[in-house]
């Protein structure tokens, strides 16, 4: 089965990944934290982010250079910087337009838009959240409090500003609550709380980061107690459901910190993972498979991987932090760098160099914006060797604009062919970063497409018709005789064929009774108290012809089996017939099991879209 991203992501076969190290391509740097006229900050600056067209970008500073006016000293700043204009403009200010006399609580963050602000400041008594609308200029509080016992630790924003995740904590670490504001309706949701710290138990929350439409934010949650239960799990908390899903790292090890990277629809993230093994992952939730990113030239696994990763848009480049020298030829400086792997081509490139591909002469730790297209990176470093002139002997911010290899893009899907040049931001239209197309004649066919049920290759795998029978989601549940049912599908579902869609459901336990159900929409829900089913089709819901599973009774050779397109001939009136191409449709299996409450159980789940 090839692991699919949703439209527009790149398309990977699994396990074909080639683990090469590449030099870092030609590109130019940009030094962003400079006052008017060009003057070197005469303090510490770190990124805290940018707008998605790179032209805004916001840093945290200590420096009172930077902007015209900075009266609070070394304070802390929130300041902006046009990259257009070239004019640093100071956002940290209070309600009332005055700098604040304290530091910043936490590490402003800017919308993906550019539209929003979020930071907090400090006075002698009082913490203040505050949103800072960048249309109408109106600063709104979002949350306040007195500075003991608690404080602000993190927040991420949704990509229009609307929406604001909130981490916070009190002074002894022992409350914590993670909050979503809406700034439309300027209503706040707690969706979580933990305690802890009472003598018995030990409880810790981290926030990690906001999808972009605001649906789901990411979390870990750790809790042990003195009779040596321990958790420590990452958990992605859906809104729209008012509910978590846990989702276990790759290879079970633990989580180093809460995973701070999302794809826009909120099923791929990367994550960073602790110990020993440590290395940096993307993880499917929908698959639900792991992907080793912090690879080395001789294909081993980097465990020096110090954050977590950024993505793309289409989640084929990861920005990250590492201080391994065994991630490309040639690192020499015994630091930390700023790589990017491209997970199309299994490549990883050092971008913290320097004009010619010098090496920085001190560590590049923080990376904290990715352009959608990866032509762009923005990080801190202390290196005084990235651009000329660097004398101030501070942390600094610097811009990497990428210049990259591309390819004629006849048809303008996406995806060139033929010969590849180096070209530098902006790539010209008629050209792409990305090859492979089998067809440039055809924007339907290159190697992000959908594979249709047509005979014809379309996502340039040499493969034809492949995956067109779906993917599994969900879990399933596990009988006391250890029987786990699973689902899977064979055959084409075309609505213009009568029969040939197959689902199946085997290793049911033998001689019980069961039927497949589908609808349209997906859920997760427990399927009732003490049943440890889930039940992973939204209502309405249609069930189909009761069957048994066959097989012999004790053992887990029973089967269910349905042709889905001759069962919805034979009920024409049945759930979302007639069908039409393009719906999707989505399966789970329902056996009898009188072990458990209600007296049944739920196979995994089953998710395909119809063809024509």
Sequence with gaps: MKKRFASGRVALAVGTLVLTSVVAPAQVVERLSVGPGGVQANGHTSATGASSDGRFVLMLTTASNLVPVDTNGNVSDAVLRDRVTQVNTLVSLDLNGAQFENYLDILPRISADGSTIVYAGTDSTTHYLIALDRVSGTRTLLDSMIIWPTSFEHVSLSTDGRFVAIYKEDSTHERYWIHVHDRSSGTTVQHVYASGGNGNASTRLALGDLSADGRHFSYRHYYADLWGTNWNEFRRFDRALANFQTVASASGLPLATPPTAFSADGQLFVHRTAGAA??????????????????????????????????????????????????????????????????????????????????????????TWLSPTASHVLFTSTASNLVPGDTNASEDVFLVELCQLAWADLDGDGYGAGASQMLCPPIPAGWSTRSGDCDDTNPARNPAATELCNGIDDDCDLLVDEGVAGVSYCTSATTPAGCTPLISATGCPSVSQPAGFVLRVDGCAGQRSGLLVYGASQTLLSFGFGNPSFLCIAAPRQRMA???????????????????????????????????????????????????????????????????
């Design 278 to 367: 440590a290395g940096l992952y993307l993880r499917d939730l929908q698959a639900g498979t792991s992907e080793l990113l912090s690879v080395t030239t001789d294909g081993s696994q980097d465990t020096s991987v110090e954050t977590s990763g950024l993505l793309s848009a289409d989640a084929r480049w990861v920005a990250f932090a590492s201080a391994s020298a065994s991630l490309v030829a040639g690192d020499s400086n015994a630091a930390t760098d700023i790589f990017l792997r491209d997970r199309a081509l299994g490549t990883t490139t050092r971008v913290s160099v320097g004009a010619g591909g010098v090496q920085p002469n001190s560590h590049s730790k923080t990376v």
């Design 546 to 612: 009761p069957q048994s599973s066959g097989g012999i009774s004790g053992q887990c050779n029973g089967t269910l089996v349905t042709d889905f397109l001759a069962w919805t001939s034979a009920n024409p009136g049945a759930l979302l017939t007639p069908l039409a191409a393009g719906q999707p449709v989505n399966f789970q299996g329902w056996i009898r099991e009188p072990a458990f409450p209600k007296g049944s159980m739920l196979s995994d789940a089953w998710s395909v879209t119809l063809a024509p």
